[in-house]
């Protein structure tokens, strides 16, 4: 690996908490899937793993106080107000890209797949961004800023 690899991927590692989660359409709009004020964190480790989640703030909780008993409703509120997934990663410093290869996720579609973001970044920012997904007759961009918070 070369040596702006190295550099690049030592700056990445640690604890990152989100700042904002938001899709922009390519009509100028901007979209907070999981509420203005979502909270989360990435965390990338120095063997070359991550693991992001992101969630909604006041999520309704369960009436049963039990995980396995919820309504379909409450199952339904959690799993749509929460992204989580997990495996290694790698950059591309050329193309500026972080690459993942899942191997755990709450959405099962993702597992053994692989997730792309374009990434920014600086000393104390990290800025995330999909390639640009289908959304009706216009396509979005999810974009993750977030801010270190431990080496």
């Known amino acids: 690996m070369?040596?702006?690899y190295?550099?690049?991927f030592a700056q990445l590692v640690?604890?990152?908490q989100?700042?904002?989660?938001e899709f922009r359409t390519s009509g100028g709009k901007v979209i907070y899937p999981l509420g203005e004020d979502a909270?989360?964190?990435?965390?990338?480790?120095?063997s070359g793993y991550m693991s992001g989640q992101l969630m909604r703030q006041n999520r309704p909780i369960f009436a049963a106080g039990d995980q396995?008993?919820?309504?379909?409703?409450?199952?339904?509120?959690a799993f749509m107000g929460y992204v989580a997934y997990y495996g290694p990663c790698r950059l591309d410093v050329e193309n500026r890209t972080l690459t993942t290869r899942v191997e755990g996720s709450l959405y099962p579609n993702w597992v053994g797949g692989e997730q792309v973001r374009f990434y920014e970044l600086s000393e104390q920012q990290l800025v995330l961004k999909t390639p640009p997904i289908?959304?009706?007759d216009?396509?979005?961009i999810g974009v993750l800023t977030l801010s270190l918070i431990h080496i």
């Open 2 to 4: 070369s040596t702006e």
């Open 6 to 8: 190295n550099r690049v």
């Open 14 to 16: 640690g604890v990152w």
């Open 18 to 21: 989100l700042v904002s989660s």
């Open 39 to 46: 909270l989360g964190q990435a965390i990338f480790t120095e």
């Open 68 to 77: 396995a008993s919820g309504t379909p409703e409450e199952v339904h509120a």
């Open 134 to 136: 289908a959304f009706g």
């Open 138 to 140: 216009e396509e979005i």
